[in-house]
């Protein structure tokens, strides 16, 4: 729960943590904090799904304060002061930086792998209209369970993906931008067929994230919402993710 914005942080049994997105501000710095072993100062991968200021403003003041592996984004043409902020630390801490294409499959410690599916090609460098729908898809596996991150992905991207056949199927779904009804299509969650469905939503947001369109379409499957739950913590074995109340 860092407001209204994505971040997702994952760690895996060995304690090698993966960080997706990171919310509009700060906030994301005690969350990361109380998050990691005592003493850890180091984050193996953060993920920027596409550089709007809501999903890249947190990881910057990750970047300034940890010890970061690696990088993976899809390098767009962005002209924001932001995105340059970015460009300029990764660059001043010598960070290795990977480009997000379909195809793409990343090892991560304990058996984990991120498969990417979007975008269907390299945009490295590229000007593009449409941020959104530029976002990184990415699966999360780790045995028989899984995660879906879709950025703010919209229904156009979603049906792209669907007509390319691609195995959607997930157990945790992180509802497309923060719940906007022209994201999560009734065919799109038909094939993801997820247990939990996440929105990463700011309480009282100006946007009216959720919208009723989008919360009625999720009305058959278990909904969380950071408004209104705060953190929210799953823990997947190699056999199934379960919710828990610990943070």
Not at 121 to 143: A, L, Q, T
Request: aromatic share 8%; proline share 4%.
């Amino acid at each position: 729960d860092i407001g209204q914005g994505d971040a997702t942080f994952i760690e895996t049994p060995r304690h090698h943590q993966i960080l997706i997105d990171g919310g509009p501000s700060a906030a994301i710095l005690p969350k990361v904090e109380e998050s990691l072993p005592f003493g850890d100062k180091r984050i193996e991968l953060l993920i920027l799904t596409h550089p709007d200021s809501d999903h890249l403003n947190g990881l910057i003041e990750i970047l300034k304060r940890y010890e970061v592996a690696a990088v993976l984004e899809t390098g767009i043409k962005d002209d924001s002061a932001q995105y340059a902020q970015w460009e300029e630390i990764i660059k001043e801490k010598n960070i290795p930086v990977y480009y997000a294409h379909f195809g793409q499959h990343i090892k991560a410690a304990d058996n984990l792998e991120i498969e990417i599916l979007a975008p269907f090609s390299s945009i490295r460098g590229k000007e593009v209209s449409d941020k959104n729908n530029s976002s990184i898809v990415g699966k999360i596996i780790y045995g028989k369970s899984s995660l879906l991150f879709v950025g703010d992905a919209s229904s156009v991207l979603e049906s792209q993906m669907i007509l390319a056949g691609f195995d959607l199927d997930a157990d945790i779904l992180q509802v497309g931008h923060h719940g906007s009804k022209t994201s999560t299509s009734a065919e799109f969650l038909q094939k993801v067929s997820p247990d939990f469905s996440v929105i990463q939503v700011g309480l009282k947001n100006r946007y009216g994230h959720p919208s009723q369109e989008t919360l009625d379409r999720l009305k058959n499957f278990l909904t969380l919402r950071t408004d209104l739950s705060g953190d929210i913590k799953f823990e997947c074995d190699l056999e199934r993710c379960r919710k828990t109340d610990e943070y």
